[in-house]
């Protein structure tokens, strides 16, 4: 090894360890970053109100022992579900704490869970019941948990947050056995539940009884006005910041962009969070303006290269072949090609009529359009392109050992 190595190798440290001292050295801009997490909690919530009382309301009975409805919460994504539920169950639990009165409150994510038995686990472990990770069938772990509840008297609030997942993904049959599980408990235990979801059509997917037990009571959260996006982006912001540390027009701009579409929270204050670790990456005092749009090309590619990466295999080959044509490509020029990718990876190639629908999902995520042409005489046909940015694609692709081998 020469000096130009070891010169090297002091670069490097010294670049790590300003970056390094950048962070241990008291931030310009932030004043509490944890406010800006996805799962913090605000002590106040604005725009709400119909929607706390309403579950307060219902759930209030839990207080002196008796099994509220059960309730479906549904709206669009970012409109506060989830964080009011956590918010008035809360209070909830403090009360009936304060009151002697003992409740169970589960709480589980249908998506993050995964699995119907992973759901069931986390019912069982508020319950102090330990269920093996694997190994008992979902009905034997159904019957451990409503034997505890019985034995012990336990009355339990299952909140499932995301449960259309269940619906989409496993026929949601833990969902009839819990909706039927009070008919086998006697007073004064009881499992009562509230759903959350932001996909309307699961309902079509449940089936009548389900359905009807689940949602005795339904409440409604309507997206945000942009005005009142930037309420809550000026208050989140105050907590988070240092005084003077962003400019209304920022807050502003992020409320407008989260706006577009329909009132989205998680969005508005994503924005904030990046746009704010980008103004303080490049030492700036205040976040302004620019940094809240690099902030949106930087989540968009995020966006962009989670999804490229968690495609299935064939949908990969896909999107690799639209990401080379140099002009709009056709169903049929796509689908010869991606056949050839197939040949070279030694896997059997899917029939064109499935290419379609994977081209229909792609156009669905956003990552290509694939926009009917009418070709006069010769019919219509679909003119595909790209419209990711094309390098985010790769770099996603590439995270598969088997595209991999394709690309180049
Ligand atoms: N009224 C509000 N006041 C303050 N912050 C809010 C309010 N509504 C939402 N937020 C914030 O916006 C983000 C998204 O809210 P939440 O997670 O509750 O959305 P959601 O309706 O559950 O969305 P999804 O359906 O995607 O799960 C959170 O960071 C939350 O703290
Ligand atoms: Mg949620």
């Given at each position: 090894?020469?000096?130009?190595?070891?010169?090297?190798?002091?670069?490097?440290?010294?670049?790590?360890?300003?970056?390094?001292?950048?962070?241990?050295?008291?931030?310009?801009?932030?004043?509490?970053?944890?406010?800006?997490?996805?799962e913090y909690i605000p002590d106040n919530i604005q725009f709400r109100n119909a929607q706390m009382t309403s579950i307060a309301q219902i759930t209030a009975p839990l207080l002196i022992g008796h099994k509220p409805s059960n309730i479906l919460l549904y709206?669009?994504?970012?409109?506060?579900?989830?964080v009011v539920t956590k918010f008035v169950l809360k209070r909830l639990q403090e009360r009936a704490s304060n009151v002697g009165n003992q409740l169970d409150f589960a709480y589980v994510n249908a998506r993050n869970a995964s699995t119907e038995y992973r759901?069931?686990?986390?019912?069982?472990?508020?319950?102090?019941?330990?269920?093996?990770?694997?190994?008992?069938?979902?009905?034997?772990?159904?019957?451990?948990?409503?034997?505890?509840?019985?034995?012990?008297?336990?009355?339990?609030?299952?909140?499932?947050?995301?449960?259309?997942?269940?619906?989409?993904?496993?026929?949601?049959?833990?969902?009839?056995?819990?909706?039927?599980?009070?008919?086998?408990?006697?007073?004064?235990?009881?499992?009562?539940?509230?759903?959350?979801?932001?996909?309307?059509?699961?309902?079509?997917?449940?089936?009548?009884?389900?359905?009807?037990?689940?949602?005795?009571?339904?409440?409604?959260?309507?997206?945000?006005?942009?005005?009142?996006?930037?309420?809550?982006?000026?208050?989140?912001?105050?907590?988070?910041?240092?005084?003077?540390?962003?400019?209304?027009?920022?807050?502003?701009?992020?409320?407008?962009?989260?706006?577009?579409?329909?009132?989205?929270?998680?969005?508005?204050?994503?924005?904030?969070?990046?746009?704010?670790?980008?103004?303080?990456?490049?030492?700036?005092?205040?976040?302004?303006?620019?940094?809240?749009?690099?902030?949106?090309?930087?989540?968009?590619?995020?966006?962009?290269?989670?999804?490229?990466?968690?495609?299935?295999?064939?949908?990969?080959?896909?999107?690799?072949?639209?990401?080379?044509?140099?002009?709009?490509?056709?169903?049929?020029?796509?689908?010869?090609?991606?056949?050839?990718?197939?040949?070279?990876?030694?896997?059997?190639?899917?029939?064109?009529?499935?290419?379609?629908?994977?081209?229909?999902?792609?156009?669905?995520?956003?990552?290509?359009?694939?926009?009917?042409?009418?070709?006069?005489?010769?019919?219509?046909?679909?003119?595909?392109?790209?419209?990711?940015?094309?390098?985010?694609?790769?770099?996603?692709?590439?995270?598969?050992?088997?595209?991999?081998?394709?690309?180049?």
């Amino acid at each position: 090894m020469g000096e130009g190595s070891d010169l090297n190798a002091k670069q490097n440290n010294d670049i790590i360890d300003s970056i390094f001292n950048n962070t241990l050295s008291k931030s310009n801009i932030f004043k509490d970053r944890n406010v800006l997490r996805n799962e913090y909690i605000p002590d106040n919530i604005q725009f709400r109100n119909a929607q706390m009382t309403s579950i307060a309301q219902i759930t209030a009975p839990l207080l002196i022992g008796h099994k509220p409805s059960n309730i479906l919460l549904y709206g669009k994504t970012g409109t506060g579900k989830t964080v009011v539920t956590k918010f008035v169950l809360k209070r909830l639990q403090e009360r009936a704490s304060n009151v002697g009165n003992q409740l169970d409150f589960a709480y589980v994510n249908a998506r993050n869970a995964s699995t119907e038995y992973r759901i069931l686990v986390e019912l069982a472990s508020t319950l102090n019941i330990q269920l093996p990770f694997t190994g008992l069938s979902i009905s034997e772990a159904f019957s451990r948990i409503l034997q505890t509840i019985k034995e012990k008297k336990r009355m339990v609030v299952f909140t499932i947050d995301e449960i259309d997942f269940l619906v989409r993904n496993f026929e949601a049959n833990i969902l009839y056995e819990l909706t039927r599980a009070n008919e086998n408990l006697p007073a004064p235990s009881f499992i009562s539940l509230i759903g959350i979801s932001n996909d309307l059509q699961f309902k079509e997917a449940l089936d009548p009884r389900t359905l009807s037990s689940l949602n005795e009571e339904e409440i409604v959260f309507t997206p945000y006005t942009v005005e009142e996006l930037q309420q809550i982006l000026t208050q989140r912001a105050k907590l988070a910041f240092n005084e003077n540390a962003i400019n209304q027009s920022a807050i502003n701009l992020c409320a407008a962009l989260a706006g577009a579409e329909h009132g989205d929270a998680r969005r508005a204050v994503d924005l904030l969070r990046v746009a704010a670790e980008l103004a303080e990456r490049e030492g700036a005092s205040i976040i302004e303006d620019v940094h809240v749009r690099s902030a949106t090309k930087s989540i968009e590619q995020d966006r962009v290269f989670e999804a490229t990466r968690s495609l299935p295999l064939h949908a990969k080959i896909v999107l690799y072949t639209i990401s080379r044509a140099n002009e709009w490509p056709s169903t049929g020029s796509i689908y010869s090609q991606y056949s050839q990718f197939c040949k070279r990876l030694g896997i059997e190639q899917l029939t064109q009529r499935r290419i379609s629908s994977i081209l229909n999902e792609l156009d669905t995520f956003g990552l290509i359009s694939a926009p009917v042409i009418s070709q006069g005489r010769l019919g219509r046909s679909k003119k595909i392109h790209l419209i990711a940015l094309v390098d985010t694609v790769i770099a996603g692709l590439k995270e598969d050992n088997v595209i991999r081998q394709i690309i180049n």
